[in-house]
């Protein structure tokens, strides 16, 4: 997928207009999970609305394997499949066979292909035992597969997950992303979108962040982690009391900064790479015995990337 300087705006009554893209570019290979990290309104969804027809762009242009969204909207349609999260596009009242049934028809698969397809689909996403039940009765997990089997009904080349495991427990979530990595062995190119810097940090191949609508960074999360954010290695001293920081902190070197998160009673300090010897030694003489060091982490870089946003919404979906 190729975008290229694409702009959105939306008219908001009585106010001046909203822009929810700013000249985004953007370059993703063929093959590979990528994933789209922002806040609340920075244009994930958006992007990913245009990518698939549903929007128009108010300038610029998006291409799908050399095909345009605009010119060539009916070829974009049928190398997309679209996975959302929660209960958008099922049909409680339906079972999950019927709904598969359904999509099919959709998205003009023939009618003799659809048994075996729909069989297959739903014997790989673990919902073989559950066909001829009614899709209200399915937990959380279900759904996610079903919609997981919905995108991939027209045996897409791409596909776009739109936080697909927002809600669910430990177990699905974990299931879920494994069959994402089947998908990425497949061939398939995989745009995710996601709240769940571990998620992104274990499935994707290249990761880019979007923040008020224009793209901020991009790259491998090694890459984006090497970025050594704000500084230098992360030293993390656990079970830290929020009155003790201030006197931990004055006994560290002056270039050493550090932030105290009060309800994981932890201290973060940034320490330059051929310093953290010396913190951790002055660390431990504070009687501090609890001391992990290791590179930031991509949530570090997002952090370092988009700025710490007091009293905001700090949650990552659009």
Known sequence: MHADGVTRTFQVRGGPDRTALDRVDLELPVGGVH???????????????IASTVLTPTSGSITVHGYDVLDDAEQVRRLI????????????????????????????VPRRDTPGRVDALLDRLGLGSRAA????????????????????VADPPVLLLDEPT???????????????????????????????????????????FIDDGRI????TPATLRALRVEGGVRVRVHDLAEDAHEDLMTALP????????????????????????EVVDAVVRQ????????????????LGLLGR?????RGMAV
């Open 81 to 108: 499949g679209i996975v959302f999260g929660g209960d958008r596009g099922l049909y409680g009242r339906l079972t999950a066979r019927e709904n598969l049934q359904f999509w099919c028809a959709m998205n003009g």
């Open 216 to 219: 901020v960074g991009s790259g």
């Open 133 to 152: 039940e009614l899709v209200e009765t399915f937990s959380r997990g279900m759904k996610q597969r079903l919609h997981l089997a919905r995108g991939l």
């Open 166 to 208: 927002v809600g669910m427990d430990p177990v699905s979530a974990h299931e879920f992303r494994a069959l994402v990595g089947e998908l990425r062995s497949e061939g398939r190119t995989v745009l995710l979108t996601t709240h769940d810097m571990a998620e992104a940090q274990s499935l994707c191949d290249t990761v880019t």
């Open 35 to 49: 994933g789209l990290l922002g806040p609340n309104g920075a244009g994930k969804t958006t992007l990913c609305r």
């Open 309 to 313: 946003r007091e009293g905001t919404d």
């Open 287 to 302: 009687g501090h015995v609890s001391v992990t060091t290791g590179p930031p982490s991509l949530e570090d870089v997002y």
């Open 254 to 277: 002056e270039e050493v900064s550090g932030e105290h998160d009060a309800r994981a009673r932890h201290t973060d300090l940034v320490v330059a790479p051929g310093s953290v010897a």
